[in-house]
Structures are given as structure tokens and as C-alpha cells.
């Protein structure tokens, strides 16, 4: 069922759903299908920053017509429609859009620079038929601005509303702030702007991680962080920009403390959730704590605290339980298995990580959180992977390596890394070290894409069981290239 062609006379109507793309999603997640449609993008040679936010914005109407990059992707993914077989209004419908309205999370508009190019695509007068460009959009191809480098981004993330003047003064050059009180001292009022931009940089943290891992983001993104505290101290006058700043800062302190996790510097992440999860029960935001929970079970483990681990996933479970969202219980009761075989509780790890199967088929929900966009199925079986290595189960461990590795997006880097560095792990401790030479191997061909301290210790660890078997095929030439790998600082 299409949209129809005739042009509306009300430009100002409420969105109407766009039911015909939610249709064509089917039974994948919002995330999934961003995913796919990130696919898709780089079959033709687009580059789109999709999410699970614009894959909702769309099914909305509150994107009534893609811009011209999105169509292209859009008519490659479903050959022989048109847009309006999509759900979408034709462009002689939407005549220059103004103002985004609305809804949480939703940016303030930004007038798009001047264009200097006049052989650019973007050069001349902007088209009044597509959705507008936003040169701080992330759901833009032709974002100027989206070249992955983190001092820039996150920076950039912070100054796109004119009221974000906090960010402007706490942000030098490289991202640092200089003089965090003074930052606080330039702020009357946080206004809607400022959530957004909060909000945003959040996306664009999680959005390097997945390529690049954490060690080049952690020190920038201390930054937007103190900030984004100092907007809170700032304070509003609206209760709901206040619920938006709190939620904002509170998973940024959970993304700043993952890549501090990730990064090997564990005391400071504990720091950055203990944190958040204050932020939560100051709000009453069941949401966050629970992530924050989730992120505190899974550094537990990582820290050698399995007890804590455990403990720290059934309060995650217990603050998520009313929310809805059978992934992320899911996820919950993964974290509460890593802590069992952390125990060496057999019985208890096969017990959560049946709930977590069993949750998981349950399919994704509209309750779902923004930021388990990375949880499908291939985490599911990176993280089973982990629990039976823990458990010196190798040859499961490695059956579940294989497959994690196998069915991960390749937009998430960093976690094909991951899952391929505890597959060559796990077959060197299960006696296989021609094959687990192969699997390191491919993780060194990722490490000029994605640093990350905890994959480079992993795979220092497989090095070291597969010294011995130097004259295996395969493992000699493993080991010296292993050896020219500078090491993370």
C-alpha cells in the first residue's frame, strides 16, 4: 500500500506512519535493518550513517522523503519500486520543510553551510523537494563532518545548537577542556539544543567504538563529559529538556566508561558507571540503571570480581524486568552467566544463558534501548563464547568464537576483531594451533582499523600458548608478525 501521489495542501499535518517500510523491515530489529541498510550503502558506494533512531524516524513519518543519497540506497535494497511503493510522499509534496519538530532526541535545525565547491553535488541552491540536509546530521551521507576523526566529532557533536555554550568554552582544540568551572560560569540556561547535542554525541561515540575501538576515543571524550555535568549544574526550565539532559549524561558517563573498560583502564570505568547508576536513581530512570548495572556486571567480570558480576546483572535484571524488552533481558542474564563461570558455577551459567536463549527468541520490541543496537545474534554467541572459555570448555568456546565471528554485521569492526581474537584463544588452549595462527592472523589484519587494549591483550595471551608449537604451520609466522605489533600505551 503506497503512499499517495496526489501533493498535500496541509504541509503542517501530523506525520503519518509510514506503513509500508515498517512492512518491508519484517522481523528484524530497527537495528538490524539500519544495519542493512548500511550494507546496501556500500554495495553502490554510498556512505550513510543509519540507525535504529532514523529507521524509527522514518517508520514515523517524521522523515516524509529520504534525501537523495538514502533513495538511492533505498531503490537498491528493493529493486523496481519507486519511493512512493516505499511509503514515502513524493518530493513534489514535501516543499520546503522547515523546522524538525519535536520529539525527544530530535536535534535543532542548523542552517547548512554555504557550499564552496561548484562542482560538488551539494553546490547551488539546496532542492525545496528533499529532506533537508543538516551538516551536523548523522543520518546525512553528505555529512562534511563525518570523517571519523574523534577530535573533530566530538567536538562538532557539542556546538550544533546555539545555545550549547558550555561545550564552545570547555572544548579546546583537541577536545580538552581547559577550564571545566569556567565552561559552568558561561551557562544561565541548558535549553533543548544542548540535550540534543548531548544526546548526539553519544551516537557518535558509540558509532567510532564499533569501528575503531576505544583507545584513541577515551582521553577526547573525558571532555564532552565534564560538559555535559556542567549543563546539568547549568539546569533548565523545562522539566522535560531536565529528564533529557540527566538521561543524556548519564549514558555518556556509560560510554566514556566503556571505552575506559575497553581500554584497560578499569578503576576509571568503574568511576564513570558508579556514576551514571547515580544519575539513574536521582531520576528514577529505570532505563539507564539498568544499563548502567549491565555495564557494571560486565567489568566486574572482566576485573576478576565475579561475585560482583553476578550481583550486578540480577539488579540490572530487576530495574529492566518492567520495561519490556525481552533482548535486553537478554543480554542481562549473559552478564549474570559470565559471573557464574567467573565462579566456576557450571550449573548457574547453563542456567542464565538458557533464560538469555530463550529471551532472545522472543524477538526485538519496540522497548528495546537505543544503544543495544549492537546486541543480535552474533553477541549472543560471542558472549556464550566467553562464558565456556572462562569455563575451560575450548572446543565449545570455539564452535560459538566461529559463529559469533561469522554472523557479525562487518560495519561492527571492532567486534569481528574481538570474537576472532577469542576464537584463535580458544583453539590454541584446545590444542589446534595451526588453526588458531590463522584466526590471529586475521585479527592483525584489523588492528590498523580498531584499537582496542583488550583485544591486543587477548591476543598477547594466544601468542604466548602458541610459543611452544612455533614449528606448526602457520604459528611461527603468527608469532613474528604478533612481535612487530606496537603495543597500546
Known amino acids: 500500500m503506497a503512499s499517495s501521489t496526489v501533493p498535500s495542501s496541509n504541509p503542517d499535518r501530523p506525520a503519518r506512519p509510514n506503513l509500508v517500510f515498517r512492512q518491508l523491515r519484517g522481523a528484524r530489529s530497527p537495528g538490524e535493518f539500519a544495519a542493512a541498510v548500511r550494507r546496501a550503502a556500500r554495495e553502490i558506494g554510498e556512505r550513510v550513517s543509519c540507525d535504529a533512531r532514523y529507521v524509527h524516524r522514518v517508520e514515523t513519518g517524521e522523515i516524509r522523503c529520504p ?53 560538488s553535488e551539494t553546490s547551488g541552491p539546496p532542492d525545496p523537494y528533499e529532506e533537508p540536509r543538516d551538516p551536523y546530521d548523522p ?30 568554552a570547555s572544548l579546546g582544540p583537541l577536545g580538552f577542556a581547559r577550564d571545566a568551572s569556567a565552561a559552568q560560569r558561561s551557562v544561565r540556561r541548558a535549553g533543548a539544543s544542548d540535550a540534543g547535542a548531548l544526546e548526539e554525541a553519544v551516537r557518535r561515540i558509540r558509532l567510532l567504538d564499533d569501528r575503531h575501538g576505544a583507545d584513541g576515543l577515551y582521553r577526547r571524550a573525558a571532555a564532552p563529559l565534564r560538559a555535559a555535568y556542567a549543563l546539568l549544574d547549568a539546569g533548565t526550565t523545562r522539566q522535560r529538556t531536565a529528564d533529557r539532559l540527566y538521561a543524556g549524561a548519564g549514558e555518556l558517563a556509560i560510554s566514556v566508561g566503556w571505552l575506559a573498560h575497553d581500554s584497560g583502564r578499569f578503576d576509571d570505568a568503574r568511576s564513570h558507571y558508579a556514576e551514571a547508576l547515580a544519575t539513574a536513581r536521582v531520576t528514577g530512570d529505570a532505563g539507564l540503571e539498568a544499563h548502567a548495572f549491565c555495564n557494571t556486571a560486565f567489568l566486574a567480570r572482566d576485573a576478576g570480581r565475579p561475585r560482583e558480576a553476578v550481583r550486578a546483572a540480577q539488579a540490572a535484571q530487576r530495574a529492566a524486568l518492567p520495561l519490556g524488552s525481552p533482548r535486553l533481558m537478554s543480554l542481562l542474564a549473559l552478564r549474570e552467566a559470565g559471573g557464574w563461570a567467573g565462579l566456576a558455577d557450571r550449573a548457574g551459567c547453563e542456567q542464565a544463558l538458557a533464560r ?13 534501548p537505543e544503544w543495544m543496537t549492537f546486541y543480535g545474534e552474533a553477541e549472543l554467541e560471542g558472549l556464550e563464547a566467553q562464558c565456556w572459555s572462562t569455563l575451560g570448555d575450548w572446543p565449545r568456546a570455539a564452535r560459538h568464537a566461529r559463529r559469533a565471528a561469522e554472523l557479525q554485521d562487518p560495519h561492527f569492526t571492532r567486534n569481528i576483531a574481538l570474537y576472532t581474537a577469542e576464537l584463535a584463544d580458544d583453539l590454541a588452549r ?55 605489533v606496537p603495543r597500546a600505551v
Open 139 to 168: 543520518y546525512d551521507s553528505y555529512d562534511p563532518y563525518d570523517n571519523y576523526e574523534e577530535s573533530d566529532v566530538l567536538r562538532r557533536a557539542f556546538m550544533t545548537g546555539g545555545g550549547a555554550t558550555v561545550a564552545a
Open 67 to 119: 534525501n537523495y543519497a538514502y533513495e538511492r540506497v533505498f531503490l537498491h535494497m528493493f529493486p523496481g519500486r519507486t519511493l512512493t511503493d516505499l511509503g514515502f510522499a513524493p518530493r513534489s509534496s514535501v516543499r520546503g520543510r522547515g523546522a524538525r519538530t519535536g520529539g525527544p532526541g530530535e536535534l535543532s535545525p542548523v542552517p547548512a553551510p554555504a557550499p564552496t565547491d561548484p562542482t
Open 430 to 484: 584446545g590444542g589446534r594451533p595451526d588453526e588458531a595462527a590463522t584466526a590471529g592472523m586475521r585479527v592483525l589484519d584489523l588492528l590498523d582499523e580498531v584499537q582496542s587494549s583488550r583485544i591486543q591483550t587477548m591476543l598477547a595471551g594466544t601468542a604466548r600458548v602458541l610459543l611452544p608449537h612455533r614449528r606448526a604451520s602457520g604459528v611461527s609466522a603468527f608469532l613474528d608478525r604478533h612481535g612487530c
Open 356 to 368: 538469555a536463549q530463550a529471551y532472545f527468541e522472543r524477538g526485538p520490541a519496540e522497548a528495546d
